[in-house]
């Protein structure tokens, strides 16, 4: 029998080689990783999950009560301040500018002098038409004594009609002539006149717009005006409001009570009534335009000058007022935090109107409720708050504290 053959070990394939490396360090790898998850679960499970979840912060807020009241509807316009009245000066009559008896910005009244005409072409003028109408109205006297008496002696027959009639015809020319002369006086006289001219307002002037030496045309060949006086004690701010206010602007003018607030650079505020409503619709804007009349004693308001106008419209009775910072806006619409057991509650409203500072809201809200009116960002419905300020009133300026 033949032995049996022995097993060649010697000749399998060594255990070695590039696929059996990656393979070794895909597991190596596989397991690190499988060791990190690990430990961290065993780490949060362990060192997080025994300590309880951390208690949430309470948010810092500012707050304010609610209060009710009557609360006036306003509209707000950006308006123009325009002179009382505007008036441009200029000459009547030609000749030289001899002087003027002003300074630049001044205010004038009604009747001062500002310039000076070079007069002495007037005075001669004014001379000769006295002496033409003194010797008319001589020759006058003359004429009306030859008709007095060829009338007498047309009725003795002395003379005939036709020298009566030439006698009557002679003195009516006469009269006539003596007429026009006077006319022709009175118009020298008043071009004298002319050459002082004075302001027919009260009022600030303006820039000079011709200098002393300058020729002027006067009317039948009319230049630049000689300068501009801006009457502006008192003084009018213009501003529009939308069309759809019409209703209500009648209705507030008819009882009176139709009032512009205007607020000046320094802060305060002026009002005075609206005296005029304009008679027309602009097509471009849709708005229509509305005036009133400011005394204007510390000539604070300037024409061209912009101003924030106010108009009160309406009043809503015993509505409930928040500071306008306590209205949100929501993805549902509009709404306000109370603060009810250290917690923030949302409480939807509808903004009926909003003056700039605050709110008349409808809603569930009651009078004396807290609402938030800074830290908004921070509270969530139902989270905790804390209120680091006083409740202060709708409109009260809110203590400065960091949040």
Do not use: C, H
């Not at 002098?113 to 002496?131: E, G, S, W």
């Not at 003084?235 to 939308?242: E, G, N, Q, R, Y």
């Not at 409203?349 to 700039?356: E, H, K, P």
């Amino acid at each position: 029998m033949n032995a049996p053959q022995k097993r060649r070990f010697d000749r399998l394939p060594p255990v070695t080689g590039p696929g059996m490396s990656q393979r070794l360090r895909a597991w190596s790898l596989g397991g690190g990783l499988l060791v990190l998850v690990l430990g961290s679960y065993w780490y949060f499970n362990n060192m997080s999950g025994d300590t309880g979840a951390k208690p949430s912060v309470a948010a810092p807020v500012r707050v304010a009560r609610v209060e009710k009241r009557d609360m006036p509807v306003v509209e707000r316009s950006l308006g123009t301040i325009i002179a009382y009245d505007t008036v441009e000066l200029t000459a009547r009559v030609q000749g030289t500018l001899d002087r003027a008896e002003f300074k630049e910005g001044q205010l004038v009244k009604k009747g001062d002098l500002l310039f000076v005409i070079d007069p002495r072409p007037f005075q001669a003028a004014l001379a000769q038409a006295q002496a033409i109408y003194q010797k008319d109205q001589a020759q006058l006297q003359n004429a009306l004594l030859d008709q007095q008496r060829y009338s007498s002696l047309a009725k003795q027959g002395a003379i005939s009609g036709q020298l009566r009639d030439t006698a009557n015809a002679n003195a009516s020319m006469l009269a006539a002539t003596v007429a026009s002369d006077k006319a022709a006086a009175d118009t020298a006289r008043l071009n004298l006149e002319y050459t002082q001219i004075r302001s027919p307002i009260d009022g600030k002037t303006g820039p000079m717009l011709i200098q002393p030496g300058d020729m002027i045309n006067g009317p039948a060949s009319p230049a630049a005006p000689l300068i501009e006086i801006a009457q502006i004690r008192p003084i009018k701010v213009s501003f529009t409001l939308p069309q759809s206010d019409l209703p209500r602007i009648q209705a507030r003018q008819k009882t009176g009570r139709l009032i512009a607030v205007v607020s000046v650079q320094n802060g305060e505020t002026l009002q005075a009534p609206v005296d005029f409503v304009s008679d027309a619709v602009s097509n471009q804007t849709g708005t229509i335009e509305l005036r009133a009349t400011f005394p204007n004693d510390d000539m604070s308001l300037v024409p061209g000058q912009l101003v924030n106008v106010t108009a009160q419209l309406n009043d809503i009775q015993g509505a409930l007022i928040v500071p306008r910072d306590a209205v949100n806006n929501g993805p549902n619409g509009t709404f306000v935090f109370t603060v009810k057991n250290g917690q923030a509650v949302e409480v939807p409203v509808s903004v009926l109107t909003d003056d700039g500072t605050n709110a008349a809201v409808s809603g569930t809200l009651a009078a004396g409720d807290t609402v938030v009116v800074e830290g908004q960002l921070r509270v969530v419905p139902g989270g905790d708050v804390r209120v680091i300020s006083t409740p202060r009133a709708p409109g009260a300026a809110p203590a400065r504290v960091g949040l």
